[in-house]
């Protein structure tokens, strides 16, 4: 079975973490991987979670088996997070736990697949580069629609709703539902807005992948978009992540919450994804989900929670503003651009031969697409890596 295998390609992010690893500067930097970093380069694990880890171990009474929807509280408390009191969204919503915001998209490709065989998935150009195969694997048809400029540093929006008229029912149209990777530019509300008026027009479904909440402008203000869609439409599927904003990136903890035209198709809608996850891992683990559970449903954890929420999604921001300030005039491009957009990530507009000059020359390990992890800046290593960026602009 395995004798005439061939070397497989290796995996990019790997080879990334490996090349870092690797390089023997002391002044290298690591805008590559896609993780929150303090402002002394760590990847902090959150007082909350340490606290409810630490309540777990002594409260928690068993390891059996959840259900393949999984915890019933983190469920409920998912719903909430991303539609806040709207008791209508509330009803009409349910929710599975899911292994990371990955594993819900692959249960929502996997779930649209077996509704309608054949069915386009629409992903915005640039996007996240593991989406393309993710969703082709559960039998998509991947087609892309025009998004961001990277030349301007712009969002495209209105060629993206001229392209978004050829999907139809039974097609999903994904989009990033704040800060999106790795352009950094999303809709305003009036966008989100027309975009809510071209789908009820198609009948083609939003897939929402929400994994950045509360990095962007706000927890409520960053699901401001996605509960405009479910208000106006009457079904829409999201996978969202709390790998960013819990720092839980190796716990894999995600959801999947569906939105139907009202609480009984809602449930039968629920009863169908059930099949989808038990012929694939059966059911989720719990660890991550429990620790989430227990802080968003504890008044006194859940404050203090949305209080480093903010001061992560603080410092993203101010780095944002301190690169922009230490580019200002000394290259041809303005990169004004970067201080006004949101998330984690950015893109450069460079080529791949300036990023890897930037790799080998200046030691600042980002992308080949010329993307950037801000979370990896600080105020150690924001000039250098201007300097960088200032070298391989002119």
């Known amino acids: 079975m395995f004798s005439n295998l061939s070397t497989p390609t290796a995996d990019p992010l790997l080879g990334m973490m490996q090349q870092f690893r690797d390089d023997p500067s002391a002044d290298k930097v690591d805008l590559g991987i896609g993780i929150y970093k303090d402002g002394q380069g760590n990847a902090p694990v959150l007082a909350t979670v340490?606290?409810?880890?630490s309540f777990l171990v002594e409260n928690q009474k068993s390891k059996a088996?959840?259900?393949s929807a999984g915890n019933e509280d983190y469920n409920r408390l998912t719903r909430e997070l991303i539609f806040g009191a709207n008791s209508g969204l509330l009803a009409r919503s349910q929710a599975i736990q899911t292994p990371g915001g990955t594993g819900a998209l692959r249960v929502?490709?996997?779930?649209?697949?077996s509704v309608k065989p054949g069915a386009k998935v629409f992903?915005?150009?640039?996007?996240?580069?593991?989406?393309?195969?993710?969703l082709a694997a559960a039998g998509l048809q991947v087609v892309r629609y025009p998004y961001y400029d990277v030349a301007s540093g712009k969002l495209q929006f209105d060629r993206m709703i001229e392209a978004l008229r050829a999907a139809?029912?039974?097609d999903l149209v994904l989009f990033h539902g704040c800060c999106h990777n790795p352009g950094g530019a999303d809709p305003s509300l009036a966008q989100w807005a027309e975009i809510a008026e071209l789908l009820a027009s198609t009948g083609a479904t939003p897939l929402i992948d929400l994994a950045y909440l509360g990095f962007g402008d706000g927890l409520a203000e960053d699901a401001a978009g996605v509960r405009l869609l479910a208000e106006r439409l009457p079904e829409m599927l999201i996978a969202s992540s709390y790998s960013k904003n819990f720092a839980l990136y190796r716990e894999r903890?995600?959801?999947l919450t569906l939105v139907a035209k009202d609480e009984a198709t809602a449930s039968r809608a629920h009863g169908h994804l059930l099949p989808v996850v038990r012929t694939n891992y059966s059911?989720?683990?719990d660890h991550g989900a429990s620790v989430v559970a227990h802080i968003l449903g504890n008044v006194a954890l859940r404050t203090t929670w949305e209080g480093e929420v903010a001061e992560m999604r603080g410092r993203i921001n101010g780095m944002r503003e301190k690169l922009v300030a230490?580019?200002?005039?000394?290259?041809?491009r303005d990169f004004g651009f970067l201080g006004v957009q949101r998330g984690m990530f950015a893109m450069l507009g460079i080529t791949p031969a300036d990023a890897e000059r930037m790799k080998v020359e200046h030691h600042v390990h980002i992308t080949s697409s010329g993307r950037v992890n801000v979370a990896g800046l600080n105020d150690s290593n924001v000039g250098h890596v201007a300097n960088a960026i200032v070298a391989v602009c002119g």
């Open 168 to 170: 139809g029912p039974g």
């Open 326 to 332: 230490a580019l200002a005039g000394r290259t041809t």
């Open 50 to 53: 340490k606290q409810a880890e």
């Open 283 to 285: 059911m989720p683990p």
């Open 65 to 67: 088996y959840v259900s």
């Open 108 to 113: 929502a490709g996997d779930f649209a697949h």
């Open 123 to 134: 992903l915005p150009d640039p996007t996240w580069p593991n989406h393309p195969s993710l």
């Open 253 to 255: 903890v995600g959801a």
